[in-house]
């Protein structure tokens, strides 16, 4: 009960922040809205609530926003260059990978970091034997490990050290 306290605690102050500048309605809204988002994701995050007073997990996380957005910025570029010159080979296929996440939130955040960056789509989520089946728009390697680690090695590292 103690980590649920403190994960409707944390939604009401950021709910708080984004709401500035401060007034009776938005306090009384931003307590339901606390309230309501708490009983949502409190089996995500009270298990690890531990995390939160880590700030190098806080550090890691605006690295990653980071580099998030830029693999994204070059996924999308690679996907125009090959939508406008269509004699570009492309190789899709479906990547069977082993991520060492355990985690549900980390496998869920790596999973939706494939998706969103373009050429790439997580299809798949075995989450007892952590295994993602991904989409891609061109398999660098026939080889499955390799090709594996070079789609979910730029995240995988960093979420680790956020979410593990």
């Given at each position: 009960?103690?980590?649920?306290?403190?994960?409707?605690?944390?939604?009401?102050?950021?709910?708080?922040?984004?709401?500035?500048?401060?007034?009776?309605?938005?306090?009384?809204?931003?307590i339901?809205?606390?309230?309501?988002?708490?009983?949502?994701?409190?089996?995500?995050?009270?298990?690890?609530?531990?995390?939160?007073?880590?700030?190098?997990?806080?550090?890691?996380?605006?690295?990653?926003?980071?580099?998030f957005?830029?693999?994204c910025?070059?996924?999308?570029?690679?996907?125009?260059?090959?939508?406008?010159?269509?004699?570009?080979?492309?190789?899709p296929g479906?990547?069977?990978?082993?991520?060492?996440?355990?985690?549900?939130?980390?496998?869920?955040f790596?999973?939706?970091?494939?998706?969103?960056?373009?050429?790439?789509?997580?299809?798949?989520?075995?989450?007892?034997r952590r295994f993602?089946?991904?989409?891609?728009?061109?398999?660098k390697?026939?080889?499955?490990?390799?090709?594996?680690?070079?789609?979910v090695?730029?995240?995988?590292?960093?979420?680790?050290?956020?979410?593990?």
């Amino acid at each position: 009960m103690k980590n649920k306290i403190t994960l409707f605690i944390i939604w009401y102050i950021l709910w708080m922040c984004l709401t500035w500048p401060f007034d009776p309605e938005h306090a009384i809204v931003g307590i339901a809205v606390a309230g309501f988002i708490t009983f949502i994701t409190s089996d995500l995050f009270t298990p690890r609530l531990e995390h939160f007073g880590q700030i190098n997990r806080y550090l890691w996380f605006f690295y990653f926003v980071f580099l998030f957005l830029g693999e994204c910025l070059k996924a999308n570029i690679n996907v125009a260059i090959r939508v406008l010159n269509p004699k570009l080979p492309i190789h899709p296929g479906i990547v069977k990978v082993k991520t060492d996440l355990k985690s549900e939130i980390g496998i869920t955040f790596l999973g939706n970091c494939l998706t969103l960056a373009s050429g790439t789509l997580c299809v798949d989520v075995d989450q007892e034997r952590r295994f993602l089946y991904v989409h891609s728009l061109d398999v660098k390697s026939q080889d499955t490990g390799e090709s594996a680690q070079l789609i979910v090695n730029k995240f995988e590292k960093v979420l680790e050290r956020i979410f593990e």
